[in-house]
T-cell receptor, first 111, second 116 residues
Framework: QKEVEQDPGPLSVPEGAIVSLNCTYS??????FMWYRQYSRKGPELLMY????GNKEDGRFTAQVDKSSKYISLFIRDSQPSDSATYLC???????????FGKGTKLSVKP | GAGVSQTPSNKVTEKGKYVELRCDPI?????LYWYRQSLGQGPEFLIY????????DSGLPNDRFFAVRPEGSVSTLKIQRTERGDSAVYLC??????????????FGEGSRLTVL
């Protein structure tokens, strides 16, 4: 079993839909949880990070962490075609910069 | 430029050859990271520099891979005796000190290496 599991999709939704992306993990030492967005042939860019359990909201994006279930989610409200990208979850157990990434979920938002 | 710069953007080489990939981080960022991303996978950690020293090289797959950052700015990833399995996108990222804990890394666009 990999440390971080993420459904690769692809996921296709109509414009305006609510998108739910998620990851599961096995290492209870993870404390920092991140979501990155990666456009085709570009480097990943950080969307949000959360420390420990709880919710965090930033505009149309909401990140949730449930440490008891080892499950994290990213919700995108009112999805736009410009949200079409691969979304990567990542986690850190306390080592500076040694992030463990999921495989990424490829999202397509159709106009 | 304002972002992390990586050169070359594309490199095609033959099996057994030596390759160097260069990373120019964001000015003022003391921490620098190398990751490798294979097709259909997430990035995989290779090495982390704080200043000139490698603080964590636990991700380097074997002794064919080596990285340096002699003046605490530009870094070079060196791969000896390349193998077809080394084909991937090599991503460089930088951050302010200690911001790597919460993932505040700024990635470059990567160097796409193809080993024939």
């Amino acid at each position: 079993q990999k440390e971080v599991e993420q459904d690769p999709g692809p996921l296709s939704v109509p414009e305006g839909a609510i998108v739910s992306l998620n990851c599961t993990y096995s290492n209870s030492a993870f404390q920092y949880f991140m979501w990155y967005r990666q456009y085709s042939r570009k480097g990943p860019e950080l969307l949000m990070y959360t420390y420990s359990s709880g919710n965090k909201e930033d505009g149309r994006f909401t990140a949730q962490v449930d440490k008891s279930s080892k499950y994290i989610s990213l919700f995108i409200r009112d999805s736009q075609p410009s949200d079409s990208a691969t979304y990567l979850c990542a986690m850190n157990g306390g080592s500076q910069g040694n992030l463990i990434f999921g495989k990424g979920t490829k999202l397509s938002v159709k106009p | 430029g304002a972002g992390v710069s990586q050169t070359p953007s594309n490199k095609v080489t033959e099996k057994g050859k030596y390759v160097e990939l260069r990373c120019d981080p964001i000015s003022g960022h003391t921490a620098l990271y190398w990751y490798r991303q294979s097709l259909g996978q997430g990035p995989e950690f290779l090495i982390y520099f704080q200043g000139t020293g490698a603080a964590d090289d636990s991700g380097l797959p074997n002794d064919r891979f080596f990285a340096v950052r002699p003046e605490g700015s530009v870094s070079t990833l060196k791969i000896q005796r390349t193998e077809r399995g080394d084909s991937a996108v090599y991503l460089c990222a930088s951050s302010h000190m200690n911001r790597g804990l919460n993932g505040e890394l700024f990635f470059g666009e990567g160097s796409r290496l193809t080993v024939l």
